[in-house]
């Protein structure tokens, strides 16, 4: 074999390893590049997001706080019984409401309304929230998340879809979602 071909063939194994390597960065690099720039082109979709009815107004006697369930917008065919979500519903009086999600603002344990003494409280870790959805005490850093919601012919809706947190599309949008 002379010593062209050699060269040659090492020419070649040379341009195959740096054509693989070449597809190998590019593999590699287009999720980190989409990921950089995901804040920019991403669009937010929001159209999982609906306003369900809670029930008649009736059903909420001023100055009392209910629980009620509601069915996820979003449902997927696995989801069974988790698509029936509950919240708590405050009404203060009129069409004045406040709907919490039920899920504590610590770790997202369900927290319990307790009438008698006007308090939420977590069973987890003994987090405390005034009727307000305010944090009394405990580990939770806010009060109680809070879904957008109107009222329509002597109905009250939530828009449901997803946990009312500071992150969420109706937060971002500006809506009135959360309780300080
Ligand atoms: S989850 Fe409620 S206090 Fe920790």
Not at 87 to 112: E, K, M, S, T, Y
Request: aromatic share 12%.
């Amino acid at each position: 074999m002379s010593n062209e071909t050699m060269l040659t063939r090492r020419g070649l194994f040379m341009n195959i390893g740096i054509l693989f390597n070449s597809l190998v960065a590019v593999a590699l690099a287009v999720p980190i590049v989409r990921f950089l720039f995901s804040s920019v082109s991403r669009e937010r979709r929001d159209d999982y997001l609906a306003w369900v009815p809670l029930g008649s107004v009736n059903e909420f006697p001023e100055g009392e706080t209910r629980l009620a369930t509601f069915r996820n917008p979003y449902v997927m065919p696995t989801d069974g019984a988790t698509v029936n979500t509950a919240c708590w519903v405050r009404r203060i009086g009129g069409d004045q409401f406040q709907v919490f999600a039920v899920n504590c603002a610590h770790l997202g344990c369900p927290v319990r309304w307790f009438p008698q003494s006007g308090l939420f409280m977590c069973p987890c870790h003994g987090g405390v929230y005034y009727r307000d959805g305010s944090r009394a005490s405990g580990p939770p850093e806010r009060g109680l998340f809070a879904y957008p919601y109107k009222v329509e012919s002597g109905l009250i809706l939530i828009r449901a879809g997803e946990l009312p947190t500071p992150g969420a599309s109706a937060a971002l949008a500006g809506k009135k979602s959360t309780c300080a």
